[in-house]
């Protein structure tokens, strides 16, 4: 593939926990930064910008351009919707203004890539993986509690020469941006690591320090179910060093899936276990911890 070049122009669809600070820390680092969101977000962040608090980056606010509709074509496409919002997100994007963009999905689960590049045909679409915890708690406010703020990007689905551009602009954000040519690797080791903690502290109603140690056995089984599956597309994975990170991680972790369960949202609880299940099925692979606790989240989910 030839050397390509990036357009001068990040778009951040959806401005929630990670949308919204990633835009929050791209406008203050100086980068040309639009956001697409529903119309009364996209009118209050228009007017008002966006309110960073954060543990790491201090707080601050920044002027963010915000529109309901892309209007203009996309240099980077940083795509951050919840995977339950994700259709009626991308009905926002215009698919010729994605057209020879660098699309970012930083979306849970297996299944996002493959359905963008079917939404988005003419884009560059790559796997990439996000590791924050940070919430929108109103419409252009944002509050980032963890000292995590590490992004992966995986080179396949584009030209030479975007993905390390985008990485660089990016890491003029604060984050720390790495890059790397595997693209299966990147979506399951934070699988990984997501999908257990996700369905054990949702289900249990638990934060993490909690979870690991009252759920101990779902979680580390659950860990290894998702290893098991992971072997059988060629991606093998380390699960004591994910348990460790998992022990290590502040106690008062919460996955934004128990977040959504105390909110009343809608969960992920298919683009994560759902998608997991389904390459189990395929693979031929036994899951049943995690099929437990995905039929009894899936319960909670329809009330």
Known sequence: MSVGKLSPHFTVLGPGGVGGLLAGLLARAGERV???????TAEHIAANGVRVESVRFGDFAAEVPAVARLSEPAGVLIVAP????????LDRIPPELASGALVVPLLNGLEHVEHLRRRLPGAHVVAAAIRVEST???????RH???????????????????????????????TV???????????????FLLPTALVCTHAG??????????????TAAMAEVAE???????RLDTATVLRFADAAPPA???SMLRDREAGRPMEVDALGGALLRAAERAGVGTPVIARLVADLERVDLR
């Open 34 to 40: 639009t956001v697409v969101a529903g119309e009364a």
């Open 82 to 89: 919840k995977a339950t919002a994700l259709d009626a997100a």
């Open 136 to 142: 929108r708690v109103a419409p252009g406010h944002i």
């Open 145 to 175: 509690t963890s000292p995590f703020t590490t992004l992966e990007i995986a080179t396949p689905g584009a030209p030479d020469g975007l993905v390390a551009e985008a990485a660089d602009r990016l890491r003029r954000t604060g984050f």
């Open 178 to 192: 790495t890059v790397t040519a595997d693209e299966a690797r990147t979506l399951w080791e934070k699988l990984h």
């Open 206 to 219: 638990l934060p993490l320090g909690r979870a690991r140690a009252e759920r101990r056995a779902d979680l």
């Open 229 to 235: 599956v992971a072997a059988h597309y060629g991606v």
């Open 253 to 255: 972790t919460k996955p």
